[in-house]
């Protein structure tokens, strides 16, 4: 379940835009079908179940355990977190929030993941907002 469907479809939107991928005329295409090979669809099975994911498929995920998952569990399906996309995206509307300062907790599960630490610093300069670093982040996180 979606906490906000439409947020969450907005996203799509913006991820299909800059992958430039077709939107399905039929809506966002199952996981399990191979035609979302060709397509960008959501994937609402959460990483504690069986994916059920074609070989080859790759991932855009939110969640920290979910990126653990597929990168050490999953034979042939790769992942990329949203927020590694969004950072190097050259069309994604990033609000202005004016200097604000903001903590970052980095997830314990992505705690080796320079790649995602380096993204959400990114986004966060992308939509001026100053990273205030705590003494235990990025690969010293708890």
Do not use: Q
Request: with cysteine; aromatic share 4%; proline share 7%.
């Amino acid at each position: 379940m979606l906490y906000k469907p439409r947020l969450a479809e907005k996203v799509l939107e913006a991820l299909r835009a800059e992958l430039d991928v077709p939107v399905p005329a039929d809506g966002p295409v199952p996981a399990g079908n191979s035609a979302a090979r060709r397509s960008v669809g959501f994937h609402l099975t959460c990483c504690h179940h069986p994916a059920n994911l074609d070989s080859g498929t790759r991932i855009v995920n939110t969640c920290a355990g979910c990126d653990r998952r597929y990168r050490e569990s999953e034979e042939d399906i790769s992942t990329i977190s949203l927020w590694e996309t969004l950072a190097d995206s050259k069309s994604f509307p990033f609000p202005d929030y004016r200097g604000a300062e903001m903590a970052v907790h980095d997830a314990c599960p992505t705690r080796t993941e320079t790649r995602v630490h380096d993204a959400i610093r990114k986004l966060l300069a992308r939509m001026n907002i100053k990273a205030v670093e705590p003494a235990r982040s990025r690969e010293r996180a708890v």
